[in-house]
């Protein structure tokens, strides 16, 4: 084995943490999630609501007092579009002026903003006209973005348009799993286009209304999808077909400002073509695919009935939540040891860095509780991350998910990927080992070799 080495990053690399509003804030009660949670309570895998959450609304400033002593030098938020806009044309400015003193109170404890415009809710008034099935989100989320951008503009130096758009189009709207409960690729396909168009005038609009040239992008998860046997035909096919419409669909479009396939049909957008200074990259699992696994699973599914239709609007739960309960067993999460792949973060790094843009890291973490294993996974990420430095990726941020113990959408408080852990009763603030080995990495912009032996060996 060979020496371990001071891993240095480039000077002025930003060390974070992310969040997004509705998961920390608490009580964010006039948006799609709120009602979900109430009116659909069996999709949430622990059956608990977000409620209160971190009470971060109250406690930001006791937060990044804590982040700052802890080494962050930046920090990415969300700001929630239902509590600004709560009524279609009505502007909340009393919630402006908390989204400012939140700013401020980030500036005045030396973190560098990373705002972003969507994180996943939408204000009860545009769920009630069909959310991201409605072209029209298109118009709202435009007006929306060039009222807060003029407003707050003069302290964001990063905006981010929407946070995870394949995500959103594939999971939310396409599986049928988690509300609004529709299933189908004809579902998929009009969001995708949606939120490439969305993208595109969001970015014009943040650059047309603010004059202190802020950079500007979308964050894309990237999750490395790969063949299980690369002598097989079917299974590199298989991987091909996966990461074009999870991963490489939204970054062509992107970068030709074209919507090509699988879901659309070489359609030109306005403003869409390069619509990017710079590209955020969320990054958690990897994944190996088997083509018969494929072929078998989705036979056994609809054996059982667990596939939702397209068009179901029924009461449905992810098929191995269902199972679990049939069984009475416990759900067991994705989120295990085995799906980590630290090197596919330095895959889809160098992948995004052909485009030529500035590469933030805007959410990586884990769920796993032993601490060990929490060190470890930091490290062995970051190391890749250098890595993807070293072959000439403008890598400039890296921003741990998530600053707080989150509420983690439809699984509930059953994930526990906060840098800082929550007591029970009282949500005071107790930081896990991690925030203080990441406290050391970032104070000193290094990852020592003397790191890299006592936690990986």
Known sequence: ?????????????????????????????????????????????????????????????????????????????????????????RWDYAEVDHYRRVLESLHSHGMTPLVTLYHWTNPMWVAKKGGWLNPEIIDHLTRYTAFIARELGDLVPVWFTINEPMVLSIVIYGTGTIPPFIAGAETTRPVARNVLKAHARMYQTVHQVTSNNPLVGPVHNL????????????DRELARLLDLSANEYFLAAVDSGTIGPPWGEGEEVPGLKGSWDVIGVNYYLGRKVFAERRRAA?????????????????????????????????????????????????????????????????????????????????????????????????L?????????????????????????????????????????LYRDIAKSNMISAAQLKEYLG
């Open 1 to 89: 084995m060979s020496e371990h080495k001071d891993l240095r990053f480039p000077n002025d690399f930003l060390w974070g943490a992310a969040t997004s509003a509705y998961q920390v804030e608490g009580n964010c009660r006039n948006c799609d999630w709120w009602h979900w949670e109430h009116e659909h309570e069996r999709f949430i895998v622990d059956g608990t609501k977000s409620g209160i959450a971190a009470d971060h609304y109250n406690r930001f400033e006791e937060d990044f007092a804590l982040a700052s002593e802890l080494g962050h030098n930046a920090h990415r938020f969300s700001i929630e579009w239902s509590r600004i806009e709560p009524e279609e044309g």
């Open 223 to 234: 999750e490395c999808i790969e063949p299980a046997n690369e002598e097989s035909e079917e």
């Open 298 to 394: 989705e036979q056994s599914l609809r054996e059982r009935g667990s596939l939702v239709p397209p068009g179901n609007m029924g009461r449905r739960r992810h098929a191995s939540v269902n199972a679990a309960a049939e069984m009475n067993t416990p759900y067991m999460s994705p989120w295990t040891e085995e799906s980590y792949y630290p090197e596919g973060l330095y895959k889809e790094i160098m992948r995004v860095s052909k485009y030529g843009r500035p590469i933030y890291i805007t959410e990586n973490g884990t769920p796993l509780t032993d601490d060990a294993e929490r060190n470890r996974h930091l490290l062995l990420h970051l190391r890749e991350a250098h890595r993807a430095i070293e072959e000439g990726a403008d």
């Open 396 to 436: 400039r941020s890296y921003c741990y998910w998530s600053l707080l113990e989150t509420w983690e959408w439809s699984f509930g408080h059953m994930l526990h990927m906060g840098m800082w852990a929550l007591e029970p009763e009282t949500l005071n603030r107790r930081p896990r080992p991690v925030a203080y």
